[in-house]
């Protein structure tokens, strides 16, 4: 199941504008649910930094390890990549391009939004290369704006139900009793892949028996 042409393009343009209302200069946002829902790039948090870097005007960056290039390409229209090899200090380009971005805003100050699984190891080496900068919570915004859901993310919610009941009756067509919890969630991920749906953010769950 894949998102229409533009949907990344257009949430990036209203999370811009959204961070404009509510006073943010940028937004450092770490692989998670909301970078997905960003890019549509699905990664794993991990000891390489990899953050994106997004700009109220409407610039923005993606900054991540030269290797992983090949898993995020194509970005979205006007995200660019930012890619650093193991001898760089991937702090000092995110300190570096929000620096480069100054001449654009109002203030010498910039307020940086930061999301909620930004890990704080990265965060602290940002904050270090950034004094006058003041820092503040993302969730306000991208909650805002993942909780309202367009028209596209409508028709996909309803054929992704839709999806899952098929999967949902084909199981209980099956035999479960006198199988284990792992086969059960197996079965369960193949029907999913069969037809289309990524699990692996969310993997089946299956319990039974007591806990």
């Given amino acids: 199941m894949t998102l229409e042409a533009g949907v990344y393009d257009r949430r ?11 006073g943010m200069d940028y ?8 970078l997905r829902y ?33 898993l995020v390409l194509p970005l979205p229209t006007g995200v660019e990549y930012r890619g650093y090899d193991f001898s760089d200090d991937p702090a000092k380009i995110i300190a570096e391009y929000i620096s480069s971005g100054q001449a654009a805003l109002p203030t010498s100050s910039p307020t940086v939004g930061v999301a909620d699984e930004v890990l ?9 290369l950034l004094p006058n ?9 991208l909650t805002t704006l993942r909780s309202i859901k367009d028209a596209e993310e409508v028709r996909l919610l309803r054929r ?16 479960i009793s006198g199988r284990t919890e792992t086969q059960v969630a197996a079965d369960i991920w193949t029907l ?12 089946p769950s299956v319990g039974s028996g007591q806990n």
């Avoid at 990036?12 to 509510?22: G, N, V």
């Avoid at 794993?44 to 870097?53: D, F, G, H, S």
């Avoid at 900068?133 to 915004?141: E, G």
């Avoid at 999913?192 to 993997?203: E, M, Y």
């Fill in 133 to 141: 900068a003041r820092f503040t919570h993302a969730a306000p915004v």
């Fill in 120 to 128: 704080s190891t990265f965060l602290i080496s940002i904050q270090h």
């Fill in 12 to 22: 990036l343009e209203l999370t811009a504008a959204q961070m404009a209302e509510a």
């Fill in 160 to 175: 992704l139900g839709a999806l899952l009941d098929e999967v949902f009756d084909e199981m209980i067509g099956r035999q």
């Fill in 38 to 70: 960003l890019l549509g790039v699905g990664l794993k948090a991990n000891e390489k930094l990899t953050l994106l870097v997004l700009g109220r005007e409407g610039r923005a960056a993606l900054v991540a390890l030269d290797s992983m290039k090949p």
């Fill in 27 to 34: 937004m450092l946002v770490g692989p998670s649910a909301d």
């Fill in 192 to 203: 999913l892949r069969k037809r289309g749906i990524d699990a692996s953010h969310f993997p």
